[in-house]
């Protein structure tokens, strides 16, 4: 049998498709299968952990129990395609959906799962993002030709992208984190920003309608000119909030 075939028919009996005999697996004080099943729970219990990096505060949300089930679900429904972990977990919320009692009980348990899961991409973006060649920082934009300033397209920072939901998550996360839930309104629709820094902390943090709208169309990579001046009276108020880092000209 060909490495490759082994690699692959192992692969498959990890998500129990196949047995452990036909992996070639020896049979000593343990049988095949046996041996399998060891190697399938330390296979499970590794990527369930990696889930519980990636979404802690689900993990708080769900309970231990029950996100320990889901993890498990996820593990063995998603197979891991390629040696670097560091993007599995991706489409939790998918699996999230075939546990359709637990989405009863919290509604907003996928939403909330995409919210975490876009924080594990922001962190992301420190190690693949790489600024546009004619990117300029923002002081000098006074040296700019006000007749060019049309032209400009203003780029988000590093770590940085726009969320909205129909559950109010932004505010669901910092109730987590204060482990207060008094004044929380989850059923209200929500948008803002998440904001990852260098050193792995973040911010998420929740904007008026205007703002949001005007943070997407920068996302967009649209130049001012082709922005609704209404929007653009929101640009000072996204520039202190520290998520605009650069701009650029054509």
């Given at each position: 049998?060909?490495?490759?075939?082994?690699?692959?028919?192992?692969a498959?009996?990890?998500?129990?498709?196949?047995?452990?005999?036909?992996?070639?697996i020896?049979?000593d004080?343990?049988?095949?299968?046996?041996?399998?099943?060891i190697?399938?729970?330390?296979?499970?219990?590794?990527?369930?952990?990696?889930?519980?990096l990636s979404?802690?505060?689900?993990?708080?949300?769900?309970?231990?129990?029950?996100?320990a089930?889901?993890?498990?679900?996820?593990?063995?429904r998603?197979p891991?395609?390629?040696?670097?972990v560091?993007s599995?977990?991706?489409?939790?919320?998918?699996?999230l959906a075939q546990?359709?009692?637990?989405v009863?009980?919290?509604?907003?348990?996928?939403e909330?799962?995409r919210?975490?899961?876009?924080?594990?991409?922001?962190q992301?973006?420190?190690?693949?993002?790489?600024?546009?060649?004619?990117?300029?920082?923002l002081?000098?934009?006074?040296?700019?030709?006000?007749?060019r300033?049309?032209?400009?397209?203003?780029?988000?920072?590093?770590?940085?992208a726009c969320?909205?939901?129909?559950y109010?998550?932004?505010?669901?996360?910092?109730?987590?984190?204060?482990?207060c839930?008094?004044?929380?309104h989850?059923?209200?629709?929500?948008a803002?920003?998440?904001?990852?820094?260098?050193?792995?902390?973040y911010?998420?943090?929740?904007?008026?309608?205007?703002?949001?709208?005007?943070?997407t169309?920068l996302?967009?990579?649209?130049?001012?000119?082709?922005i609704?001046?209404?929007?653009?009276a929101?640009?000072?108020a996204l520039v202190?909030?520290?998520?605009?880092?650069?701009?650029?000209?054509?």
């Amino acid at each position: 049998m060909r490495l490759a075939d082994l690699q692959q028919r192992f692969a498959r009996a990890l998500h129990y498709q196949a047995s452990g005999e036909r992996c070639d697996i020896v049979s000593d004080q343990f049988t095949a299968d046996e041996r399998m099943q060891i190697y399938r729970n330390n296979f499970v219990i590794g990527l369930s952990e990696l889930l519980e990096l990636s979404y802690p505060k689900t993990r708080l949300l769900l309970g231990e129990a029950c996100f320990a089930q889901i993890a498990r679900q996820h593990v063995l429904r998603v197979p891991l395609t390629q040696a670097d972990v560091s993007s599995y977990g991706e489409g939790f919320e998918t699996t999230l959906a075939q546990f359709p009692q637990v989405v009863d009980q919290v509604p907003c348990c996928q939403e909330f799962a995409r919210f975490e899961w876009t924080i594990e991409l922001c962190q992301r973006q420190w190690q693949e993002t790489q600024k546009p060649s004619q990117a300029q920082p923002l002081d000098a934009l006074a040296q700019i030709d006000p007749a060019r300033h049309g032209e400009v397209r203003f780029h988000l920072a590093v770590g940085v992208a726009c969320f909205s939901a129909d559950y109010a998550l932004f505010s669901l996360h910092q109730a987590i984190r204060d482990h207060c839930f008094e004044d929380l309104h989850i059923e209200q629709p929500q948008a803002g920003v998440i904001q990852v820094f260098a050193d792995r902390s973040y911010q998420c943090m929740s904007l008026t309608p205007a703002a949001f709208a005007l943070l997407t169309q920068l996302e967009q990579q649209k130049a001012l000119a082709d922005i609704d001046a209404e929007l653009l009276a929101e640009l000072n108020a996204l520039v202190e909030l520290g998520v605009i880092s650069h701009f650029s000209l054509p």
